[in-house]
């Protein structure tokens, strides 16, 4: 009697680390095996105090926020690659570096369980480690520097040509991001609604309602059909002005009449620059590995491993 009630004592204690063990036990084992270690750290400079990460231990939870982990393995491994090379670009040769200084989002496990669904939390956050655990160290460089690595959901059907110093952003095709969820949106404004929005830009002449949209002309648009510049009454704004006063979704757009009032027609998700994470996805989908989907987006790059 004395060893079967010593037996429920030990049992009562162990109940809540089988129970835990049985819903993350793969996590947990997984994190036996650490990601391989940078030795560069990151200053979790957040509230109630101040800790440090390595990048390599970071990084799963910047990738969870920027691609779906539906993606494919060799698309999440190439966003892994883009994280990185973002990261030690903004450390600048340094070891380490204040998360308040990246600019860039993350996700704690709890927020990817809240993110991705109980059921698919555990295949979902192993795919993320795995593509970066699978990348370790590699980052991009063009002519002996680390490139900046932009990156976008889903360019028009062509991703944009970089200036003279992005000269590694070249047009690529990607004739499949047509079908990507969220390629085509429709926002309509009234009159008044629309020229408010513009007359909240700094600088912005004031334009009245009756102006809309007649008053509205596209100027330039480059050959992925984002929009360059645009008229709106006697002011000319960069694409991207009217894009973020609009809330649009890409500076992929048009306005026409109505019912009363204007409607812009979007193409694309996010800016068109770099690597299209969609078009990455249909690569990926043909057999493309991350190591011959970057050299795609991003020309004359080199893969290395610091």
């Given at each position: 009697m004395v060893k079967k009630a010593v037996m429920m004592c030990i049992l009562a204690l162990l109940f809540p680390y089988i129970i835990t063990l049985a819903w993350t036990g793969k996590i947990e084992e997984q994190k036996k095996v650490p990601i391989m270690t940078s030795g560069k750290k990151i200053i979790l400079d957040r509230k109630g105090g101040q800790s440090y990460m390595d990048v390599e231990e970071y990084l799963p939870g910047v990738v969870a926020k920027q691609m779906p982990a539906d993606y494919g393995k060799e698309a999440l491994r190439a966003q892994a690659i883009i994280a990185r090379t973002y990261i030690y670009g903004k450390m600048n040769g340094q070891n380490e570096i204040k998360e308040s200084g990246l600019h860039m989002e993350y996700l704690e496990e709890k927020q990817m369980e809240k993110l991705w669904g109980s059921e698919s939390f555990i295949a979902s956050y192993q795919a993320v480690e795995d593509a970066v655990r699978s990348t370790a160290g590699t980052v991009m460089m063009y002519d002996g520097k680390l490139i900046d690595p932009l990156f976008h959901r889903a360019s028009t059907g062509k991703t944009r040509a970089g200036d003279e110093n992005h000269p590694y952003l070249q047009s690529a095709d990607?004739?499949?991001?047509?079908?990507?969820?969220?390629?085509?949106?429709?926002?309509?404004?009234?009159?008044?609604?629309?020229?408010?929005?513009?007359?909240?830009?700094?600088?912005?002449?004031?334009?009245?309602?009756?102006?809309?949209?007649?008053?509205?002309?596209?100027?330039?648009?480059?050959?992925?059909?984002?929009?360059?510049?645009?008229?709106?009454?006697?002011?000319?704004?960069?694409?991207?002005?009217?894009?973020?006063a609009l809330g649009l979704p890409s500076p992929s757009y048009g306005f026409e009449e109505y019912e009363g009032g204007v409607r812009a027609v979007c193409q694309g998700i996010g800016h068109g620059y770099g690597m299209s994470q969609y078009g990455a996805r249909c690569k990926a989908e043909e057999g493309w590995t991350a190591e011959k989907i970057l050299p795609y987006f991003y020309k004359n790059i080199v893969l290395i491993s610091e």
């Open positions: 990607c004739s499949r991001d047509v079908e990507a969820e969220g390629f085509l949106t429709v926002a309509a404004f009234s009159r008044e609604d629309f020229a408010g929005k513009i007359n909240q830009i700094s600088g912005a002449v004031p334009v009245t309602a009756e102006q809309i949209p007649e008053s509205c002309q596209i100027i330039l648009r480059d050959e992925g059909g984002y929009v360059g510049q645009v008229q709106i009454g006697t002011k000319v704004y960069t694409g991207e002005e009217i894009q973020y």
